[in-house]
């Protein structure tokens, strides 16, 4: 509470998961606290001036609140800022989790409307957790705070603070693509969604086209509204209650990234590719395992360009790197099944003795590790069916501080936005496009290969991840970063209890 009796405005980040990672060994429960983007960006103001995180530690198995609290009473008091986490039961991780958010949601807006699976007991579940969430919220937050919900997973969450007659200042962040009327109509519970997403304050899209959808499909439920201004940011009129709606694209802490390359781990990195590929041309993909990633048509379009074009054989190696994701849904490990097909047959068919086409990776590697794998690759295809940004393709080119480096980009990445004009683009479903294009990135002479890369990281660079957070705080709450107060809160530090740490 401030001198003058008015209360300060803290930050209330609320989102499916906690940033950390806690797993069962055995008896012994372990975390790893996170290290994305999203923490490095928010890490500052939560600890600086006070706020919590509110979410899901991840936990699968159930774990005892006692344990639970003093796993997170040290890493609250680490990382400067309290994580409240949201317990679910095994129920709610199957129908809320990988029910709703990514059975039903996931595939619908990545458009592949083929995949959707929509149960009602899958929507039950997801407005019970979100109710959930929201009593967490509502006990753990004050009428001044700002509350920033991010993605698929509660877009409920405004709504059920309203109905508690809690009015709160909320925003949302959507970190997926929104897509078309034709493909959101789709949904059983599209009006329910809609007039959730419409209970925030402000709501917030990766680019100028899912904003644009987003408003397309509130036309359809509500014809009267009026969309007002021309910037990113609009603000929409309805009898119900205004919305500011904005286009934010979401980036990385370039820096950090480009500071990571000159570390040792890294440069050992390059240099052990260096040494296993010699002269040959390094392409590179990074991708989260997820069928919207593109990765079997971008290993069809590397097996199509070596049929087609003898100049590349032996003289390219494809390192490709695939982070297990979502293990024990079905559509997952079939991808994983068909990916490992396709690489052994590509190797199969086009290997000689001393040289492999395909390297892959089926696990994930630490930071600096990745930062080496960047920097020592000559392309880095990024060709996803639908994404809402895609990082990788940012933290590809922040990496590149020779300049050097050539980004082959998905038309329906929300990152070519910004990057269209220096990427090459390509649609992912068009093999032989795209296996022109691997061509076209192998032969680009130096002088426009440097040239194209020197303007992609200035654009990525002048519109990082603390300009993203700033202009978000900005639009959404008409504060920027630093006019979040000095924190006050009492930390959350309970008696150590070693063995539960790791
Ligand atoms: C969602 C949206 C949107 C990958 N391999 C390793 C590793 N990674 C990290 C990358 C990158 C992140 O994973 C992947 O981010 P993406 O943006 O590509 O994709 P999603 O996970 O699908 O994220 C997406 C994003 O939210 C943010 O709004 O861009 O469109 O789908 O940061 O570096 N990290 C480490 N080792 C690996 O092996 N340490």
Redesign the pocket.
């Known amino acids: 509470m401030k001198a003058n009796g008015k209360e300060e405005t803290r930050l209330v980040v609320v989102s499916n998961r906690l940033p950390l990672a806690l797993r069962r060994e055995g008896e012994e429960w372990r975390f790893e606290a996170g290290s ?2 999203l923490v490095t960006a928010l890490g500052p103001v939560l600890k600086d001036r006070g706020g919590l995180w509110i979410g899901w530690p991840g936990n699968r198995d159930p774990i005892d609140r006692e344990v639970l609290r003093h796993i997170l009473g040290p890493v609250s008091k680490a990382s400067g800022y309290r994580l409240i986490p949201v317990i679910l039961e095994k129920e709610h991780i199957e129908n809320y989790y990988e029910g709703f958010a990514n059975a039903s949601i996931w595939p619908l807006f990545h458009d592949l409307q083929m995949a959707c699976l929509f149960q009602p007991r899958f929507w039950e579940a997801y407005r019970d957790v979100n109710s959930r969430f929201a009593r967490i919220v509502r006990r753990h937050s004050r009428g001044s705070d700002f509350i920033w919900v991010h993605d698929y997973h509660l877009m409920h969450l405004a709504l059920e603070l309203k109905k508690r007659n809690n009015n709160r200042r909320c925003a949302f962040f959507l ?2 693509p929104f897509p078309s009327p034709d493909i959101f109509l789709k949904l059983p519970w599209r009006y329910e969604v809609m007039e959730a997403l419409a209970a925030f304050d402000f709501v917030g899209f ?1 680019t100028l086209r899912d904003r644009q959808n987003f408003q397309a499909c509130l036309r359809s439920f509500w014809p009267s509204s009026r969309v007002r201004g021309r910037g990113p940011v609009v603000r929409i009129s309805r009898n119900e209650g205004n919305i500011i709606a904005g286009a934010l694209p ?1 980036s ?1 802490d370039f820096t950090h990234f480009m500071n990571l390359t000159r570390s040792k781990t890294a440069r050992e990195t390059v240099k052990a590719l260096r040494e296993a590929h010699g002269t040959r041309k390094i392409l590179l993909g ?3 395992l ?1 069928y919207t990633k593109g990765i079997p048509q971008r290993l069809e379009a590397y097996e199509r360009a070596l049929e087609l074009y003898d100049e590349l054989r032996e003289k390219v190696v494809f390192v490709q ?1 695939v ?1 297990p994701s979502r293990e024990g849904v079905d559509a997952y490990s079939r991808l994983r099944d068909e990916i490992t097909q396709t690489v052994s047959r590509i190797n199969g068919r086009f290997a000689t003795t001393n040289w492999t086409p395909l390297t892959f990776f089926f696990r ?4 600096d590790e ?1 930062a080496g794998f960047y920097r020592a690759a000559d392309i880095a295809a990024v060709t996803p069916l639908r ?6 393709a940012k ?1 590809y080119c922040a990496c590149h501080a020779d300049n050097d480096g050539v980004l082959i980009l998905s038309e329906f990445a ?1 990152a070519a936005g910004q990057l269209a004009p220096e990427a090459l683009l390509v649609n992912p479903h068009d093999i032989e496009g795209l296996a022109r294009t691997l061509l076209k990135a192998f032969e680009m002479a130096p002088q426009e290969r440097q040239s194209r890369m020197r303007r992609l990281r200035r654009i990525i660079r002048r519109r990082d991840i603390f300009w993203w957070v700033d202009n978000f705080l900005r639009a959404a709450a008409g504060k920027a970063l630093r006019d979040f107060p000095p924190g006050d809160l009492a930390p959350l530090v309970p008696q150590p209890l070693e063995r539960h740490l790791s």
């Open positions: 994305g983007g970190h997926i990766q979401i990385i990074v991708d989260r997820d790197i982070v994930s590697f630490p930071a990745l994404d809402g940004m895609n990082l990788v933290e929300g």
